[in-house]
């Protein structure tokens, strides 16, 4: 008996120093935890967005900014999930009753309507949340939390100019009229031409759309 309490004690103590680096490696302030769990919302809530608006919109720009959407955050959200499990911080896994009261009530409509209003609140959306996540850096006491907070503003960042170039355009249905099944097609015409055609001054949101990851 004795022999085996000293190999179960030799054996804790290999084991200690493992532990104290697991702990050690895992702590993280609690404002910084709140933090990571507020930037898994935002990716939550422009991860269901973005699914909604890619198989609603109207226009292929907006359609594929959608997409990029769901892409982008997906990978960021997953970049933080590997993140918090480090730190042994559980993230949100659903969308805020508040953004899902707001989808539904955005999905009342339709066509260039739609376009226009999910652009609009796309550009919305990302000058508050990269305002919120500059603070959030400058805040941040974890140097990894900090890195990965850093990564997403600019990733956030490139989201609102291409948000603010397609809000700008016709392809977010800006020169729609009535809302009309007569106006639905003249507002999906000028669509295309931005997507084909560069020189336009509403082209320069070709340049913007590359969708890089």
């Keep these: ?27 993280i302030d609690n404002a910084d935890a709140a933090a990571m769990k507020q930037l898994a919302q935002a990716n939550l809530n422009e ?5 909604a608006a890619a ?24 970049d933080l999930k590997a993140l918090a499990r480090q730190k042994s911080v559980s993230l949100p896994e659903s969308v805020s009753l508040k ?25 919305k959306d990302h000058q ?10 400058a805040k941040a006491k974890d140097a990894d939390f900090r890195a990965a907070v850093q990564k997403a ?9 291409l948000a603010q170039r397609i809000a700008g355009s016709s392809a977010a249905g800006s020169s729609s009229n009535s809302g009309s099944s007569g106006s639905s097609n ?14 336009t001054s509403s082209g320069q949101v070709n340049p913007g759309i590359t969708y890089s990851k």
């Design 1 to 27: 008996m004795r022999s085996l309490v000293c190999l179960f004690a030799v054996g804790a103590l290999v084991a200690l120093p493992a532990f104290a680096q697991i702990k050690s490696d895992q702590k």
């Design 47 to 51: 991860i269901e967005g973005g699914k």
């Design 55 to 78: 198989s609603k919109a109207q226009s292929p720009d907006v359609k594929r900014f959608a997409q990029k959407m769901v892409d982008d955050h997906t990978q960021m959200l997953n």
């Design 99 to 123: 953004d899902m009261a707001q989808m539904k009530l955005m999905e009342r409509s339709s066509g260039a309507e739609f376009d226009k209003k999910y652009m609009e609140e796309m550009v």
């Design 128 to 137: 508050n949340d990269l305002k919120e996540v500059q603070d959030l850096a």
């Design 153 to 161: 503003s600019s990733k956030i960042a490139e989201h609102l100019q």
């Design 186 to 199: 003249s507002t999906t015409t000028p669509a295309p031409g931005a997507t084909t055609t560069p020189s």
